[in-house]
């Protein structure tokens, strides 16, 4: 089944402390985006790519880095996490063509100690 | 500058009743607008979307209707139930480039 999984769900961490928020989808979309989202619903664009080896920072300005080794895989990495950096961040992907809508992951809920 | 402008923030509905979300644009190239559906613990879903070269499209109780003219589009769920409480984003891109999401609508139906 053509799925995007975020990894982990829950993740509560210390301050200082680098982590790694994973995605995978199985569809072959070369688009892939991560977004933030505040606690008032809003969702902010901090990061995304369009193929292999191709990353672009987005319109929110963010710490965190991304890469893009394999089509499938775009993690997120926090290198110093700071209380500020809580919040949900969604993955998603987009299919080739203009009339494509994104596929959301169901999130990873980020708590900073 | 807000590229898509969505009204209202939250909303109370009646159980049965007709829940109406607006949402504005401003770029003209903007030929795809997506309405997404999120549930708590979730990530948005796309619910359902329209091109602009038609005013309408209903699929089941939900139904998108687009002004081209006043370059707005509104999204109305017909008998509304105490499952479509969620939050609703609007939605609108040009090509294949980045959609650009509205801020949202809390939307709660009474038992």
């Known amino acids: 089944e053509a799925d995007i999984y975020q990894t982990p769900r829950y993740l509560v961490i210390g301050t200082g402390k680098k982590i790694t928020l994973e995605c995978s989808q199985t569809?072959?979309?070369?688009?892939m985006y991560w977004y933030q989202q505040d606690p008032g619903m809003e969702l902010h664009l901090i990061h995304y790519?369009?193929?292999?080896?191709?990353?672009e920072k987005g319109d929110l300005s963010s710490e965190s880095t991304v890469s893009r080794i394999r089509t499938e895989h775009f993690p997120l990495t926090l290198e110093s996490a700071r209380p500020s950096h809580t919040s949900q961040y969604l993955c998603?992907?987009?299919?080739?063509?203009?009339?494509?809508?994104?596929?959301f992951g169901s999130g990873t809920r980020l708590t900073v100690v | 500058q807000q590229q898509v402008k969505q009204s209202p923030q939250s909303l109370i509905v009646q159980k049965g009743g007709i829940s109406i979300i607006n949402c504005a644009y401003e770029?003209?190239?903007?030929?795809?607008f997506p309405w997404y559906q999120q549930f708590p613990g979730k990530g948005p879903a796309l619910l359902i979307a329209?091109?602009?070269?038609?005013s309408e499209k209903k699929e089941g109780r939900f139904t998108i209707s687009f002004n081209k003219s006043a370059k707005q589009f509104s999204l109305h769920i017909m008998d509304s139930q105490p499952g479509d409480s969620a939050t609703y984003f609007c939605a609108a891109s040009k090509g294949d480039d980045k959609i650009i999401f509205g801020k949202g609508t809390r939307l709660h139906i009474l038992p």
């Open positions: 770029n003209t190239a903007f030929d795809y």
């Open positions: 329209i091109r602009p070269d038609v």
């Open positions: 790519s369009y193929g292999v080896n191709s990353t």
């Open positions: 569809m072959g979309h070369d688009k």
């Open positions: 998603a992907s987009r299919g080739q063509g203009r009339f494509y809508g994104y596929t």
